[in-house]
């Protein structure tokens, strides 16, 4: 009995090494074969980049999902699935999901340009994010796909791209220059590809170009020809043979597009934004809501002088202000608002007190004569030349108004101060 008992005590160790060898080689064997892989470490880094996009965009739209509880798990599941396989060049353009929360700017925050506002909630966000209320009147009702803002630097175009992000409802990709720009040959192509392919799985989209004129820019013969196949295979997916299908329908997506060099944007680009709308120099009207809007949260003296004339007369900035670009109107603004705090500074430093024991009450309101400083303000903005802005540029009476008609016929220069022409439809 005893000997049988040592017989087996000897038997099981054999029998669990035997057990265990196999498993001990397969994981050996794995171990030194991902050493020798060279791309092993790529490999995991992909992977781990994949998670990490595929978590980031099902946050992002989880956040700005409302709804019923079982179309929102009908929703996720979906996304998910589309998410499950992104390829690597679709990873890169995921990264350009914009959230709606991290912008702080909202369509109130933009002041004079409330026809251009509307135009695109009616004709773009609301065809794109609620199609059913379109569809039903008529088949031509669908959102359009691609427009394009216009205008001299520095009057909102930008700015209202950000807020369309921020407001629209719908995937919000922010296409940098830099990200369609690889080294390796034909990378490009399949970047360009990889962002409307993202953009099907997460319509209804809107893609924004800052400065579009650079990336898609006229074709010309001594181009490079790395860069006329980038255009070429954007302008594919935009609308060529498989930008709709009989299964899939037409595809949800909208160019955005911003642009000083409206010139400088190839014809065919152009022909794929029918809606066009131009930003131009703020007119009287506007420029006093961007000087409400700019100054609402800033001290203000209410006071009059000594002539019985309003300390801070707004009518005065509005009529000095002609020319200004909303851009230009608020770094006047933020000159100005200097002025009072640098006085505070300089007086309490000539009567020797320590500048952190300063009351902040005793800073005075803002003040007319603070914006027409030698160095600083409207005063110095008045000085600088403006004839690359003419002919958006009007006296108070008849200033050329930011109103975009949204036509689909070509667009005259606007350079060398001659104006944009649109038929209206």
């Not at 979906?78 to 396989?85: E, G, I, Q, T």
């Not at 350009?96 to 773009?124: A, M, Y």
């Not at 190839?266 to 131009?278: E, Q």
């Not at 027409?372 to 108070?396: H, L, Q, T, W, Y």
Request: hydrophobic share 35%.
């Amino acid at each position: 009995m005893v000997a049988a008992r040592n017989k087996w005590a000897d038997f099981v160790p054999d029998l669990l090494l035997v057990a265990a060898a196999p498993l001990l080689a397969y994981y050996l064997a794995r171990q030194i074969l991902s050493r020798l892989d060279p791309e092993a470490g790529a490999k995991a880094e992909a992977q781990q980049k994949a998670l990490e996009t595929s978590s980031r965009l099902q946050s992002i739209f989880s956040s700005s999902r409302d709804g019923n509880q079982d179309d929102d798990e009908d929703y996720h599941d979906d996304l998910a699935d589309k998410l499950a396989n992104l390829t690597l060049y679709e990873q890169t353009i995921a990264s350009e999901v914009v959230r709606p929360s991290d912008i702080p700017v909202t369509f109130d925050d933009i002041g004079g340009l409330e026809d251009i506002i509307d135009e695109l909630r009616e004709s773009v966000i609301y065809p794109l994010t609620l199609p059913h209320l379109y569809a039903s009147h008529s088949s031509l009702l669908t959102a359009p796909s691609g427009v394009l803002l216009y205008g001299p630097p520095g009057c909102g175009k930008t700015m209202l791209a950000r807020a369309l992000a921020r407001e629209s409802g719908a995937c919000f990709i922010n296409l940098h220059i830099s990200t369609l720009t690889e080294k390796w040959y034909g990378d490009s192509n399949k970047l360009a590809a990889a962002v409307f392919s993202l953009a099907r799985k997460l319509q209804p989209t809107i893609v924004f170009i800052d400065e579009i004129d650079a990336v898609l820019g006229t074709r010309r013969s001594g181009e490079h020809e790395a860069s006329g196949q980038v255009k070429a295979e954007f302008m594919t997916h935009w609308d060529g043979l498989s930008s709709a299908t009989v299964d899939g329908g037409s595809q949800r997506i909208c160019i955005l597009g911003a642009t000083n060099r409206i010139q400088d944007i190839d014809p065919a680009i152009l022909r794929r934004m029918p809606k066009k709308f131009p930003v131009a120099l703020p007119n009287s009207r506007q420029r006093r809501q961007i000087f409400d809007l700019t100054l609402r949260g800033t001290k203000i003296d209410r006071s009059a002088s000594r002539s019985g004339q309003p300390a801070f007369d707004i009518d005065t900035l509005v009529r000095m202000s002609a020319g200004l670009s909303g851009s230009g109107i608020k770094e006047a603004c933020r000159d100005a608002a200097m002025v009072p705090v640098r006085e505070l500074i300089r007086t309490s430093q000539a009567a020797g007190k320590n500048l952190r024991g300063i009351d902040t009450n005793h800073v005075r309101g803002l003040r007319t004569e603070d914006f027409f400083g030698r160095k600083s303000g409207i005063g110095a903005m008045a000085r600088e030349p403006e004839d690359s802005n003419r002919g958006f540029v009007g006296d108070s009476k008849g200033d050329a108004e930011s109103v975009g008609s949204g036509s689909t016929e070509e667009v005259d220069d606007w350079r060398d101060g001659e104006d944009v022409h649109e038929v209206k439809s």
